[in-house]
């Protein structure tokens, strides 16, 4: 079955710190992974995709088959990216369901 | 062009009662979904569509039915509501002519908060 964990409800960081939002996935086939945000009072949007393999507002993210993760990161913090994360999993065998992941809240302090 | 209409945005039940969240897109895409949004859970796939007279389940389908007779609409239904069932819905649609339905990003509603008693 397709399961997509991230185990940080919340993370905080200052202003220029990193920062790294933990996904880890479960499946056995070849998975295509999404990272979608919710900025406050916004609808849900895309934010990159692993295929793409594009820096989208300053983050990346790499797809690491052998220790399954997609972890979205960015070097330097900005308030402006204080939002919800959520990572998400379609699969190459099914591609007609988009799995979520619980979230990751990201507060950046200034 | 509207995007993804959801409507209604609030809605408070009785346990037991009916009633059909509405979803509608003008952007004439072919994959339609309804997720609920739960605190601490993330987003859980209800049902999809990937064309009009075509559903299919997600991974928490039970007490939910849905339709699809035209390309614009995805109506939700809950047949009798219960308290389970409070939460965020959020319906997405995206165009899916080259097949897969996430190669164009997936557009989504603002939201129907729903509180059952």
């Known amino acids: 079955a397709q399961r997509v964990t991230q185990p940080e409800k919340l993370l905080s960081v200052f202003k220029g710190a990193p920062v790294e939002l933990k996904c880890n996935y479960s499946y056995s086939g070849s998975p295509e992974l999404f990272w979608y945000v919710q900025y406050s009072r916004q609808r849900l949007q895309l934010l990159l995709r692993h295929i793409s393999r594009e820096s989208i507002k300053g983050f990346t993210a790499d797809l690491n088959k052998g220790e399954t993760s997609f972890h979205l990161k960015k070097p330097f913090a900005q308030e402006e990216d204080s939002a919800m994360y959520y990572c998400?999993?379609?699969?190459?065998?099914?591609?007609?369901?988009?799995?979520f992941g619980t979230g990751t809240r990201l507060q950046v302090f200034p | 062009n509207a995007g993804v209409t959801q409507t209604p945005k609030f809605q408070v039940l009785k346990t037991g009662q009916s009633m059909t969240l509405q979803c509608a897109q003008d952007m004439n895409h072919e994959y339609m979904s309804w997720y609920r949004q739960d605190p601490g859970m993330g987003l859980r796939l209800i049902h999809y569509s990937v064309g009009a007279g075509i559903t299919d389940q997600g991974e928490v389908p039970n007490g939910y039915n849905v339709s699809r007779s035209t390309t614009e609409d995805f109506p939700l239904r809950l047949l009798s509501a219960a308290p389970s069932q409070t939460s965020v819905y959020f319906c997405?649609?995206?165009?899916?002519?080259?097949?897969?339905?996430?190669?164009?990003?997936?557009?989504f509603g603002d939201g129907t908060r729903l509180s059952i008693l």
């Open positions: 998400a999993l379609s699969s190459s065998y099914n591609t007609d369901k988009l799995i």
């Open positions: 997405a649609s995206s165009y899916s002519g080259t097949g897969n339905p996430f190669d164009q990003p997936q557009h």
